[in-house]
């Protein structure tokens, strides 16, 4: 089955099947075909084949939780897709907290219900294959060292996803204080790269200078803040989750992001004293596509923001759909009789 619109998998007008975590966890696919899925779906985007309106977002006065719904549709899959996500517990540790998000894909062509499906694994996946893009068009060229702070969820997935698309590093750091984590990181980078290892680094300044690529994915009580004096010339700095101080951004010779718009809602926490963010000089979909320029200077240092876009959550998920019904997987539900 290809994973293009010519192989649609809906179903009928009376049922929704629904693909449970285990469901897809159960499903092998690669990292080069995530890679080309998300790649897929950037181009798409800038070929104004697709739509990608911004995201709604929910949130109490207090901050104990953050609801979010996105609604998009992709052009050359012809499928139209929302995914919810919501978030509780925000003000208590990781352990007490709940999240839950989910996609819900309809076929744009027969006009029928292809699946709904847990939607973190594709978060899990979709998140990487963008840093490892973000590396592979905006990296210095001959980089060689990358950095990964955080061992959390995208944490994991990091580095597999850089040498995918960056098979030239040739020295691989971390910084992260949970021994799970640390432990989870090589695990996944042994799965994908059985003779690559990590270095665990503890003086993150000098492992900043170090590094051609930062990827910065640690959760919001890290105390790690990389600052822009740190980076050497040419450094990347892609920044996921927590782990980059607002200098890295402010002082960045380039800014590169997957959205403004969602950069300007999301990343208030990399304002400047002001409470402001700097314009990007481009947005990376038309850099993917070859339309705008990306890097335009071997020293200079690049700062890219890395916020999702539901079009890619839209290809990744109906990549999964297409796998997993292939496989009979999944519980059908007459949810509309």
Known sequence: ??????????GDDKHLRILSTTDLAGIDISLADVVATVEGA?????????????KLTVKPQDGHSVSYAMLGR??????VAIKTSYKHGLDK????QHYYTSLTIYDDVTGLPVAMMDCSRIGSLRTPAVSALLARELAAPGARTALVIGT???????????????????RLLLSGTHPEGIAAVREQLRAHFPDRDV????DLQAAA???????????????????????????????VGHGLAPSTLHEADRVIATSEAQMNVTGTDMADAEGKLPAVDAEF?????????????????????????????????????????????GTEVALWQ
């Open 1 to 10: 089955m290809t994973d293009t619109a010519s192989a649609h998998i809906s």
């Open 42 to 54: 950037y181009r798409t985007l800038q070929a104004g084949q697709s739509d990608n309106p911004r």
């Open 74 to 79: 992709d052009g050359s899959r012809e499928v």
């Open 93 to 96: 540790g990781r352990e007490e």
């Open 152 to 170: 959390g969820t995208q944490g994991r997935l990091a580095l597999p996803f850089l040498l995918t698309t960056l098979p030239d590093l040739d």
């Open 199 to 202: 270095e665990l680094v503890t």
């Open 209 to 239: 200078a170090d590094a051609d690529v930062i990827v910065a994915t640690a959760g919001g009580h890290t105390p790690a803040a990389v600052e822009a004096s740190w980076l050497g010339p040419g450094a990347l700095s892609i920044l």
């Open 285 to 329: 979909p038309p850099v993917l596509a070859g339309v705008s320029s990306g890097r335009t200077g071997a020293e200079e240092r690049i700062f890219a923001y890395n916020s999702g876009l539901v079009v890619t959550d839209i290809a990744l998920g109906h990549r999964f759909a297409q796998l997993a019904l292939a496989q009979g997987l």
